[in-house]
């Protein structure tokens, strides 16, 4: 088996590795019962690599502790490649040599298409740095969700390998992430190369991370377009554009920090304007952030469309290609996850400070950011072939209290049933009706011109 050497920048890196959704490092005397849980887990879910010969933070002393000949992993070895159930393909075995400190075994877990269960007959999922036990209907569901091979792993027969492994984008990416591996070697090792007539090529994966130009390579468009949409109208005119989309290329990691400050020139100054009177709107960035990454990161990139972002006057709508997958519903998108693309994902959150930290948490973090700024939570629609999430500028505040917040602070306003729309999210004409003539009733406001016709009624503080 291959035993490498490795130096003092990747031992620290190996250290200030964090136990989360795609690492776990466990002592040499951990029981291989115990390291096949999460050996299942890792395959079930979106893969990951697992470290034996670690000792867990938490301890004292010097952490590394590795095996001190090959033959003291074969226990471990047997158990996790020979009585897993099914057996799990194409796992990755290494060791790494720490001078004096012995051997660190290396296993790296590819995401499999199948459903696993370890010797015991339990089955297992990775969430964050847990490893959860499923039973009955969740492990139907599980396997509902495997099956067929990720359009990810697709060989791109047109890019040769030196040209990925020539790129700027590689070079730094293998830089921030300390390893001295050759290119072709590191590629290969994290399943971004897959054989096409007997050859190992790069595939879509490797070509959205890595390439030089993603959206010229691969067959399907896989860009961002964000418009700017002077209107609050579900169906806008091309005369709403504030100015033309903006088409957003580059390798993935490019794409979504692009895309996101693009975003925020947008929604910072973000305003319409009322009777000549700019009314501004805030909505927290890293709500937009959080919903945006996951956009990027788990589309459908077999779909030949690219991801539109479009920010409105009054919400902002971020639709991506595909549907959700079988076991994932609207109901339930808090509770479970689900990977498209896991060797990208993976690859992302393996960087520091990457753009993906909370995996599985997004859309938590969107949803609590948007009731900490008071809105209500985002909204999600399925499409014919494409997933959409509504960021709506509607305060989680009743009418009433919109109404009344807005002329404290400004006594010398005019209100008017558009605006109060704008101003509350509600598209109702009816419910603000409403609630103006309960204001006006209650003597908080009151009408300029008694004798206005109702397209033209205007309240002001009274």
Do not use: W
Not at 28 to 48: E, H, L, M, W
């Amino acid at each position: 088996m291959e035993v490498r050497s490795i130096d003092d920048n990747e031992i620290n890196s190996l250290l200030s590795l964090n136990e989360d959704h795609f690492n776990d490092v466990k002592s040499k005397r951990i029981a291989p019962a115990k390291v096949q849980d999460t050996f299942v887990a890792f395959a079930n879910s979106d893969g990951g690599d697992l470290y034996i010969g670690i000792e867990d933070k938490s301890g004292n002393g010097d952490r590394i502790d590795g095996l001190s000949e090959q033959e003291e992993a074969n226990a471990i070895i047997s158990t996790l490649l020979e009585e897993t159930q099914p057996a799990v393909e194409n796992v990755l075995l290494e060791f790494l040599q720490v001078d004096g400190k012995g051997l660190i075994l290396h296993l790296a877990v590819p995401k499999s298409p199948k459903v696993h269960y370890t010797a015991s007959g339990d089955c297992y999922i990775r969430v964050n740095a847990q490893k959860r036990k499923i039973k009955g209907e969740r492990v139907t569901q599980l396997g509902y969700s495997k099956g067929a091979e990720p359009y990810e792993v697709k060989a791109v027969a047109e890019v040769e390998i030196g040209d990925i492994c020539q790129s700027h984008t590689l070079q730094e990416y293998m830089a921030r992430v300390q390893t001295h591996l050759p290119a072709g070697v590191f590629l290969r090792k994290q399943r971004l190369l897959s054989l096409k007539d007997g050859e190992r090529v790069p595939n879509v994966g490797c070509v959205l991370l890595f390439d030089e130009s993603p959206q010229a390579t691969l067959e399907t468009r896989c860009a961002v377009k964000v418009y700017r949409l002077r209107t609050t109208d579900f169906e806008y005119k091309r005369e709403q554009l504030e100015e033309m989309p903006i088409t957003i290329n580059g390798g993935i990691e490019e794409v979504i920090r692009k895309t996101i400050d693009q975003v925020s020139k947008y929604i910072d100054g973000a305003s319409f304007q009322d009777n000549g009177k700019l009314v501004s709107l805030q909505y927290p960035s890293e709500a937009s952030k959080k919903i945006l990454v996951n956009a990027v990161i788990h589309r459908d990139y077999s779909l030949n469309d690219d991801i539109h972002v479009r920010i409105f006057d009054n919400r902002i709508e971020v639709q991506s290609p595909g549907k959700l997958p079988e076991f994932m519903r609207i109901e339930n998108l808090y509770e479970e996850r689900f990977s498209r693309n896991p060797n990208v994902v993976r690859m992302l959150h393996n960087l520091p400070n990457p753009v993906n930290h909370d995996i599985g948490e997004g859309l938590d973090t969107a949803k609590n950011e948007l009731k900490k700024a008071g809105l209500v939570d985002p909204v999600f629609q399925e499409k014919e072939n494409a997933f959409l999430v509504i960021i709506k500028h509607q305060k989680i505040a009743s009418i009433e209290d919109v109404i009344l917040s807005y002329i404290e602070e400004n006594p010398e306003a005019e209100l008017t049933n558009k605006l109060v729309r704008q101003l509350s999210g509600e598209d109702d004409m009816q419910k603000v009706k409403l609630a103006l003539q309960k204001l006006r009733g209650n003597g908080r406001i009151k009408p300029v011109d008694e004798n206005a016709s109702a397209f033209n009624f205007r309240y002001i503080k009274s």
